[in-house]
């Protein structure tokens, strides 16, 4: 990539990522991340691939600049190499596909090939810059996702993997990061891809492509690790559809897969003959062959993910690692890393999927193409706990007030609140956390999250049924304070951004019968097995969010007021919106989400609503909602 000096003035770069999904935009001065956030917080549709035209308002806004006062404007993949992989890539398949060329062929010609035109044409509509003032950029997809990890981590050099669906032509990258610079060593190039390959298990069980991994990830501790048929679905999958090499590249058998040059993922009648299983349609019951088929996808990705780590140690010979593409995010995946001992160091980048390419991209070209040299905090990384999103005013607080008509508390003590609160939750209510600015990237952290008592043994089941409306086996997260982690958990690092799974610890767990794999799926779900019931998954497991009281003094402060009362210093902490919406931006969005569920109490900054004194309130019945796969 050519670079330039710039040496005495500020460099401020939008990041921009879009058209695909997860749109985002990122604004970064000299390095510093000024302000990172996801379209669909705004335009309140989930996963939008629309241009990110909110989101850079807000940025401009919180940076104080005008799109003429960038130095660049930087797209997170190359679209014509992308042009360049398709073209091949229906070619080498033909006769193959020639209903899904005709389809995608004229989006690419009448939109995608002309990219730079469309990035102008968005930011036009937001204000009027003279364009030769601007550099329009292009980094590379996998590059975009290496930058978004190595650059924000407090490593001076590291092993970098990146995986994910595809970018340009490549699925997975191993990378050496040092001090300002990024180098690719290998790639693994399209159509074998360890994400599409996980994809092709979410859509034949039911689940939406793109957005339903997580589902999948969630479902896979249901199955039984010792029954004969989720072992025999390990040995059909390494057999049949992927070869994996000792270097955890891999090769999937495309007579199998449709992705490449057709409209569907798989080639359904032959799974339906490999698997000896029907694909599952949304709303179908789950049985005990999703879960074991679950659990031996799950297996089958860890082995590769674990396979290319050992092979990233081997090249780059570094004790850190750099996680971040969609892959990333399996943090069941990520926890196996960990355990193994491969790297003495681990970062992943918490907005490790497509949204974080806005902030890879912007990052990769102030160090590389401006040569720029990084400043590194010890132990610190550059992503403040991911609060990166807007924050809220107390007059804008009091706006939504009105408008709705809303009965709230208002406490000037903040230490006064905290301790209503936890009280609140100790008393088994649940609590909408509304706080400063928004987390980025999927996870709720603590600034827009629901909260709840993870000793209930109903829990689960009441934020499933009755808050969240989604599927009653997902799992919910703990968020425990940073000091007490090994306290609750078999985990040998912090977890700020919940992407690291490990075990509870032995002292919470509670007997099991012999007979516990043979139960039915929902006797194992509501089976007690642990003190803090609601954050334990059936294999023991939790996905854990360690909370730091230096990044988020208010969270920590209500997660140690709830220990005073109950003797416990975690709480259980999952993201603000229900099943099918985007995690909630506004204090309006807060207020909607709250009213329109069975929440308990809403607190948003200094305020505290009360369902039961609410003016409005929603009829019971009304709240009964059809699970649509989101």
Not at 405 to 432: E, H, N, Q, R, W
């Amino acid at each position: 990539m050519k670079k330039i000096n710039n040496i005495s003035e500020s460099v401020n770069i939008l990041g921009i990522s879009c058209f695909y999904h997860d749109s985002s935009a990122c604004l970064i001065t000299d390095g510093e991340i000024i302000a990172s956030v996801q379209e669909e917080r705004f335009s309140r549709i989930k996963h939008t691939p629309e241009f990110p035209k909110n989101s850079i308002k807000y940025c401009l806004e919180e940076s104080g600049l005008t799109i003429e006062e960038l130095d660049a404007v930087v797209f997170y993949d190359k679209p014509l190499l992308k042009f360049e992989r398709l073209l091949e890539t229906y070619y080498s398949f033909s006769p193959r596909g020639l209903s899904s060329f005709l389809t995608s062929i004229p989006v690419w010609l009448n939109e995608k090939m002309f990219l730079k035109k469309q990035l102008i044409d968005g930011l036009l509509e937001i204000e009027n810059f003279d364009r030769s003032k601007i550099k329009f950029l292009f980094p590379e997809h996998h590059l975009s996702h290496a930058s978004s990890a190595f650059f924000t981590s407090p490593f001076n050099e590291s092993a970098i993997l990146t995986i994910d669906g595809v970018g340009e032509w490549s699925t997975a990258s191993i990378g050496l990061g040092q001090n300002n610079r990024i180098e690719i060593l290998k790639d693994l190039n399209f159509p074998h891809s360890v994400g599409l390959l996980y994809t092709s298990f979410t859509y034949f069980l039911g689940f939406k492509v793109n957005s339903g991994e997580y589902k999948l990830m969630g479902l896979a501790p249901y199955g039984n690790p010792e029954s004969k048929q989720t072992l025999d679905y390990i040995k059909i999958i390494k057999e049949t559809l992927v070869d994996i090499k000792n270097d955890g590249s891999i090769w999937l058998n495309q007579n199998y897969f449709d992705y490449a040059t057709g409209l569907k993922m798989i080639k359904i009648n032959l799974w339906k003959n490999l698997f000896s299983l029907n694909v599952r349609k949304p709303e179908d019951d789950i049985n005990q062959e999703h879960c074991n088929l679950a659990l031996a996808i799950q297996k089958v990705t860890e082995e590769i993910v674990l396979k290319m780590s050992i092979h990233a140690k081997e090249i780059t010979k570094s004790d850190n690692l750099c996680l971040a593409g969609g892959v990333a995010l399996n943090c069941v995946a990520n926890g196996l890393i960990l355990k193994e001992n491969i790297f003495k160091n681990i970062y992943i980048q918490p907005a490790a999927g497509d949204a974080g390419g806005s902030l890879g991209a912007a990052l990769s070209i102030y160090y590389q193409y401006f040569d720029k040299q990084r400043v590194i905090e010890k132990h610190k990384d550059k992503m403040q706990g991911t609060y990166l999103g807007p924050t809220y005013s107390e007059k804008e607080i009091n706006h939504m007030n009105k408008k709705f008509k809303t009965i709230f508390s208002k406490y000037d003590d903040f230490k006064i609140l905290s301790k209503f609160i936890a009280k609140k939750i100790s008393l088994g209510k649940v609590v909408g956390w509304f706080q400063d600015r928004m987390e980025f990237g999927p996870r709720a952290l603590g600034n827009r999250s629901i909260l709840g008592d993870p000793r209930d043994e109903g829990m689960q089941k009441k934020l499933n049924l009755k808050i969240k409306y989604r599927e009653s086996f997902r799992p919910f997260a703990p968020s425990v304070l940073e000091e007490l982690r090994e306290e609750y958990f078999d985990l040998k690092a912090d977890s700020p951004y919940m992407l690291l799974v490990g075990n509870i610890d032995k002292k919470i767990k509670l007997k099991l019968p012999n007979n516990y794999n043979d139960l039915s799926l929902y006797e194992r779900l509501y089976f007690k097995r642990s003190k803090l019931q609601a954050i334990t998954h059936l294999d023991f497991s939790a996905r854990v969010q360690t909370v730091s009281k230096k990044t988020n003094p208010k969270f920590w402060g209500l997660i140690n007021d709830f220990k005073k009362i109950t003797g416990y210093g975690v709480l259980i902490n999952t993201s603000f919106n229900v099943r099918g919406e985007p995690i909630v931006c506004s204090p309006e969005d807060a207020y909607k989400c709250f009213m329109n569920t069975e929440m308990d109490y809403l607190v948003i900054n200094n305020f505290i609503y009360s369902k039961k004194k609410q003016i409005n309130l929603i009829d019971k019945s009304k709240l009964i909602t059809k699970f649509k796969d989101d």
